[in-house]
């Protein structure tokens, strides 16, 4: 799987956006995009994915660059619970399959 | 519906002990998936299964690290002569299906600690 490029931490103020960023540069054609994120003391949350498109649930949008080197995970409106570790993971096919690999994300704190 | 679900939700054991740690899958998920998160450290791959069968177990650190799924269902990992770098937060995932395009939810984790 390609390998993924996160910033260690970042801040935002409640209620703006927070946009972090992902450098996944080696990316393949059918790997995927995943955004996790972990709350303390607690199991990853799953957050949204994509391939090529960019996209949109109830927790965030997902914008991928058209080269698919990068990509931007939003949180339109960030509250104090959306402190969390964001998990950026590429995902391929192969022998990787089964697994997920995570790095050492972003530490993102949202501040009243 | 009911989400993964994993047992205890803590333990602690003295050095040497065996544990096992439970894991119940989303209702239907043929794929479960075991991964550990040491003190500071990342997660960490530990096996996967597709219904009963273990494809890929490159991640189980030792030899006394084993685990099983019986019924296509609950999954039971189990550290024998506990060390106390085994001393971590054990993860159950679960998915639909295997498959790179196929989301893995987490359950909450059963904390070890080996004294």
């Known amino acids: 799987d390609a390998k993924t490029t996160q910033p260690p931490s970042m801040d935002c103020a409640e209620g703006r956006a927070a946009n972090l960023p992902c450098n996944h540069s080696t990316i393949s054609g059918n790997e995927y995009v995943y955004w996790y994120r972990q709350i303390h003391s607690q199991g990853p949350q799953y957050i949204i994915h994509?391939?090529?498109n960019n996209e949109t649930n109830e927790m965030a949008s997902l914008i991928i660059t058209e080269d698919r080197k990068s990509s931007t995970l939003i949180l339109p409106h960030a509250t104090l619970r959306d402190t969390a570790v964001y998990y950026c993971i590429v995902r391929g096919g192969g022998t990787s399959y089964g697994k997920l690999t995570f790095g050492q994300g972003t530490i993102l704190t949202v501040h009243p | 519906g009911a989400g993964v679900s994993q047992s205890p939700s803590n333990k602690v054991t003295e050095k040497g002990k065996d544990v096992e740690l439970r894991c119940d899958p989303i209702?239907?998920?043929?794929?479960l998936y075991w991964y550990r998160q040491s003190l500071g450290q990342g997660l960490e791959f530990l096996i996967y299964f597709q219904g009963n069968s273990a494809p890929d177990k490159s991640g189980l650190p030792s030899d006394r690290f084993s685990a099983e799924r019986t019924g296509g269902s609950v999954s039971t990992l189990t550290i024998q002569r506990t060390q106390q770098e085994d001393s971590a937060v054990y993860l159950c995932?679960?998915?639909?299906?295997?498959?790179?395009?196929?989301?893995?939810?987490f359950g909450p984790g059963t904390r070890l600690l080996v004294l």
């Open positions: 994509g391939l090529k």
């Open positions: 209702s239907g998920h043929t794929a």
């Open positions: 995932a679960s998915s639909l299906a295997i498959g790179h395009q196929e989301t893995q939810y």
